[in-house]
């Protein structure tokens, strides 16, 4: 009876977004109340709710929620949207897409170049939402319909996502499992590498849906697959290899760029673009000028990041606001770097590129204002989402949730253990958030299970949060923002649904079978 008054809040959103059809900003919040209300009434009385969670409690979970919302949650959407805005204010965004156009007469090469490449990238250094809603903005200003932007860029947006930001979701999920809160290189660099192999097979089937939804025609799918498995390849490869050795900070990164590196030469060696005297060429100073936004956003963030460990270190410990909550343990604060988060890196690579654009300082101002008004509704869904995840956390009912479905499947616990990785990224909207939620409990049932190998189902957990990501009702917020499709959110879920559970159910037999 706990897991199913547990799961009433995810079962609602769908509902009231699929079934009902109601805008996202407007089922958020609508949920957000109902799970308050089972907080404060229904969890206690079924006594799964911690006996230190008091009405207060539900309260400040709420103020948790807006917090871990706004930063850095919105900022970094607002930043990377503020971006893509500078570039079509500039009309540089013209000379990205004719470029992006220009090196294949292949449709699907150019959509893979940007959601599974670029994209890639974006989340490698980034995360946070610029992944989805860099690559759709661009595709919508290419003249793809936005339902498709959305789609591809979601669907891509699901393997990297465990080495995003710059690996922090699965070098969390080992410090929570790891001895003294401290995960050591190797652990690091086992999960990473198991996480890569559990993924596998989606490395090739992701770029073949891509591609196909990109090109139904039947004529097409054997080149279709022919891409994939060149294009996959090379990022399997890629990521294996730098997981192994290197460990979690950089295989979105480094495969990120290896499949843009195979794409180019398919389409020199393969698809070579026909010169028709059509086709602009740019000079060197021209492209950079194009893609001045971009480069300095991924200098500042690689710059900023685990990479450059001094740097690091220094904007993570100075200009950091801590804010202690009741409900959180003596010692514990809500902490956000005001120099070290994306938001601020993707804020002066915008500033600095439109400049070097021809932007003046105050068009800047007026379409960063422009920006934040236009994502009003975009700001409510998240803020409802993070704070609806908040309340669920400490109110007991995501744990009641998983360890149900562990009590249920028995030794079978393998083939759903990225189901529950997959449930608390579909909720918090975060890898990271997942991981920080349920590595214990995965590594605590495969000890009770007497599973031979407890990192094995601890890495499932990101296995499968990465295709939660997918159909995140925040990930969604991200994409219809994007792609000016506000209030479309049950749209998008609705068109992303099956592509989530195939790639939760191929991960689940993954964990089982290659174990």
Known sequence: ???????????????????????????AFLTLLVTIALALFVAPAMGFVPKDFTFAGVGWAVVEGVLKAVFPILIIILMAIFSYNVLVESKEIEVIKNQFTSFSDDKGVTVLMLVWGFGGLLEGMAGFGTAVAIPAAILISLGYKPVFSALVALIANTV??????????????CNEVAAGGVASPELIREVSTYCVVQLSPLFIILP??????????????????????WVGGVSLATQYVVAMFLGAETPAIIGSVAAIIALLVYSKLFAPKKDNGNVKHY???ETFRAWSVYFFILLFILLSGPLFPD??????SHLVSRVALPIYAD???FNFGWISNAGLMLLLGTVIG?????????????????TTVNLRKTVITIISLVSLASVMNYAGMIVVIASALAAVTGQLYPVFAPLIGAIGTFVTGSDTSSNILFAKLQANVAHQLNYSNSDWLVAA???????????????IAIATAACDMQGRDGEILKAAIPYAIAYIAIGGLMVLLAA
Do not use: D
């Open 208 to 229: 073949f849906i891509i591609l196909t939804l990109t090109n139904r025609s039947r004529n097409a799918i054997g080149r279709n697959l022919l891409i994939s498995l």
């Open 461 to 475: 957990n990101t296995t499968g949060a990465t295709g939660g990501k997918m159909i995140s009702p925040q990930s």
């Open 1 to 27: 009876m706990s897991a199913i008054i547990a799961i009433i809040p995810i079962v609602l959103l769908f509902v009231l977004m699929l079934g009902l059809k109601m805008a996202g900003h407007k089922s």
């Open 283 to 285: 000079t060197a100073t």
């Open 354 to 370: 439109g400049l070097i654009q021809g932007v003046s300082p105050r068009k800047l101002l007026v379409i960063l204002a422009r």
């Open 331 to 333: 010692g514990t604060t």
């Open 160 to 173: 990297p996502t465990g080495f995003g930001a710059v690996g922090v979701p699965v070098i969390t999920l």
């Open 311 to 316: 740097i690091n270190s220094f904007l993570k």
